[in-house]
């Protein structure tokens, strides 16, 4: 395709995008192109433009502006003037010369063609704007049941400078601790579960020291914050082990009892005492 072609398709579309009443930042009342053909109370341009006629509308002369001989027909060069109120064309200007197309719209522009830009990005793209707005945060913790049953548990973050018992939380079961705070929604912090000293800190499953946690408050009216506990680093798993109730012996606990037994030995005989042991018998041996 020739750079010439390809500038008057270019301008064609454009024109033609120009003349879409959706574009329109008014009332049309003035366009200006080349003929196609007049039929059925419509009057077509090239660009694919059809617009509808008055009942009688007025022909003219393009220069002067005088009545005209020339009848609209394909080819001639025309300039339609718009009615804004019945948007009807009522004066076409004819001419044989070559018109350069041309659109005019009324000053005043239509509110649901009208655009303008907006500085605020969709809420799906971007997310909920935070306020800052109190949100009650409730942090609970389950633990593992080689817990004592008497430990403090606490809440150690990066805002309080790592302190180990920055949030005590209060034992809610056997095995669940909880606390409710405070905070403005976007307030973010890392923070792990200790017994309140770094020599007892939470692991993982894999009993290693996972990364800390991230924590952000949402804009929301309250939230919760879930941590599981799988063991302590303090834990010592290869510790003798007291005996539990039902407890049995297993290769890592093969002595659940205390020596002698669940019951103690007895210490009184029998009544009659113990009865006489008969003496070995003599197998082989001949009758006296």
């Given at each position: 395709m020739t750079m010439r072609p390809l500038a008057v398709l270019l301008a064609s579309i454009a024109l033609a995008a120009l003349a879409l009443p959706s574009l329109a930042q008014g009332e049309l009342v003035r366009f200006t192109g080349q003929l196609l053909d007049v039929r059925n109370g419509y009057v077509y341009f090239t660009t694919g433009d059809a617009f509808k006629l008055a009942d009688?509308?007025?022909i003219a002369d393009y220069d002067t502006g005088k009545p005209t001989t020339l009848k609209p027909r394909a080819k001639l060069f025309a300039r339609a003037l718009f009615d804004p109120a019945t948007k009807q064309v009522v004066e076409l200007d004819l001419t044989?010369?070559?018109l350069a197309p041309d659109v005019a719209y009324a000053?005043?522009?239509?509110?649901?063609a009208a655009t303008r830009p907006t500085t605020e990005r969709a809420p799906e793209i971007v997310?909920?704007?935070l306020t800052g707005k109190e949100v009650a945060v409730a942090f609970l913790v389950t633990v593992p049941p080689t817990t004592p049953l008497n430990a403090s548990v606490y809440i150690s973050t990066d805002v309080s400078g790592?302190?180990?018992q920055a949030i005590k939380l209060d034992r809610i079961d056997g095995n669940r601790y909880r606390a409710v705070r405070r905070f403005a929604s976007g307030t973010k912090f890392a923070y792990r579960v200790t017994r309140g000293s770094w020599n007892s800190v939470a692991v993982g499953n894999d009993g290693l020291q996972a990364p800390a946690?991230?924590?952000?408050?949402?804009e929301v009216d309250a939230q919760e914050a879930r941590t599981d506990v799988f063991a302590w680093t303090d834990d010592r798993g290869n510790a003798p082990q007291g005996a539990q109730p039902g407890a049995v012996p297993t290769p890592y606990n093969p002595n659940p009892f205390q020596p002698g037994g669940i019951f103690p030995a007895p210490h009184a005989s029998p009544p009659g005492g113990f009865p006489t042991p008969r003496p070995p018998s003599q197998p082989n041996q001949p009758p006296h």
């Amino acid at each position: 395709m020739t750079m010439r072609p390809l500038a008057v398709l270019l301008a064609s579309i454009a024109l033609a995008a120009l003349a879409l009443p959706s574009l329109a930042q008014g009332e049309l009342v003035r366009f200006t192109g080349q003929l196609l053909d007049v039929r059925n109370g419509y009057v077509y341009f090239t660009t694919g433009d059809a617009f509808k006629l008055a009942d009688t509308p007025r022909i003219a002369d393009y220069d002067t502006g005088k009545p005209t001989t020339l009848k609209p027909r394909a080819k001639l060069f025309a300039r339609a003037l718009f009615d804004p109120a019945t948007k009807q064309v009522v004066e076409l200007d004819l001419t044989a010369r070559h018109l350069a197309p041309d659109v005019a719209y009324a000053a005043v522009a239509q509110p649901l063609a009208a655009t303008r830009p907006t500085t605020e990005r969709a809420p799906e793209i971007v997310g909920v704007k935070l306020t800052g707005k109190e949100v009650a945060v409730a942090f609970l913790v389950t633990v593992p049941p080689t817990t004592p049953l008497n430990a403090s548990v606490y809440i150690s973050t990066d805002v309080s400078g790592w302190n180990p018992q920055a949030i005590k939380l209060d034992r809610i079961d056997g095995n669940r601790y909880r606390a409710v705070r405070r905070f403005a929604s976007g307030t973010k912090f890392a923070y792990r579960v200790t017994r309140g000293s770094w020599n007892s800190v939470a692991v993982g499953n894999d009993g290693l020291q996972a990364p800390a946690l991230e924590y952000v408050t949402k804009e929301v009216d309250a939230q919760e914050a879930r941590t599981d506990v799988f063991a302590w680093t303090d834990d010592r798993g290869n510790a003798p082990q007291g005996a539990q109730p039902g407890a049995v012996p297993t290769p890592y606990n093969p002595n659940p009892f205390q020596p002698g037994g669940i019951f103690p030995a007895p210490h009184a005989s029998p009544p009659g005492g113990f009865p006489t042991p008969r003496p070995p018998s003599q197998p082989n041996q001949p009758p006296h």
